[in-house]
T-cell receptor, first 109, second 115 residues
Framework: EAQVTQNPRYLITVTGKKLTVTCSQN?????MSWYRQDPGLGLRQIYY???????DKGDVPEGYKVSRKEKRNFPLILESPSPNQTSLYFC????????FGPGTRLTVT | QQQVKQSPQSLIVQKGGISIINCAYE??????FPWYQQFPGKGPALLIA???DVSEKKEGRFTISFNKSAKQFSLHIMDSQPGDSATYFC??????????????WGLGTSLAVNP
């Protein structure tokens, strides 16, 4: 079954404590991306990756890092989370048709 | 500046009615227009998509109408059912420099179908 997995699904953390959200896809897609979803703001792209070791900023990259060491994995790193990063995060893979993960609800207090 | 403008923000339809969601874009470089459906607690999933060389695409109860000259496209849900209650996103895709594709999203429409 084609799928994108994310972990954790829910996370409550404190300001400044580094965290990583993992993302993995089993469709051999070259293109992967991270989005955040906030009420009234829709889906905003944080970072994307066109292939292994190729990443680039999306529309709202500040405060985030990514890496793409393997084709299937694309983790999102928040090195010093702040409350304004409280959001619902989605990983997606694919170019024309994007397959989304189930989401990670992050709360930063 | 929102490159893809979606309306309405929310929509309430009676069971069996027609749901219509509209989107407008400015950039004529867009060449692929998908609609995504998102249920609460889930990620968006591709519902139906169209390319600008056709004016309409139908899949079951879902139809995209595309007006290239007006730079508008819309989603019609015929015989709307309570199970269609979800948030719908339109999007537009274009090729960027470096052989990358950029997907621009509308802000979404929350659809509620009353039984």
């Amino acid at each position: 079954e084609a799928q994108v997995t994310q972990n954790p699904r829910y996370l409550i953390t404190v300001t400044g404590k580094k965290l990583t959200v993992t993302c993995s896809q089993n469709m051999n897609h070259e293109y992967m991306s991270w989005y955040r979803q906030d009420p009234g703001l829709g889906l905003r792209q944080i970072y994307y990756s066109m292939n292994v070791e190729v990443t680039d900023k999306g529309d709202v990259p500040e405060g985030y890092k990514v890496s793409r060491k393997e084709k299937r994995n694309f983790p999102l790193i928040l090195e010093s989370p702040s409350p304004n990063q409280t959001s619902l995060y989605f990983c997606a893979s694919g170019t024309y048709e994007q397959y989304f993960g189930p989401g990670t609800r992050l709360t930063v207090t | 500046q929102q490159q893809v403008k979606q309306s309405p923000q929310s929509l309430i339809v009676q069971k069996g009615g027609i749901s219509i969601i509209n989107c407008a874009y400015e950039n004529t470089a867009f060449d692929y227009f998908p609609w995504y459906q998102q249920f609460p607690g889930k990620g968006p999933a591709l519902l139906i998509a169209i390319r600008p060389d056709v004016s309409e695409k139908k899949e079951g109860r879902f139809t995209i109408s595309f007006n290239k000259s007006a730079k508008q496209f819309s989603l019609h849900i015929m015989d709307s059912q309570p199970g269609d209650s979800a948030t719908y996103f339109c999007a537009a895709s274009k090729r960027n420099a470096g052989n990358n594709r950029k997907l621009i999203w509308g802000l979404g429409t929350s659809l509620a179908v009353n039984p």
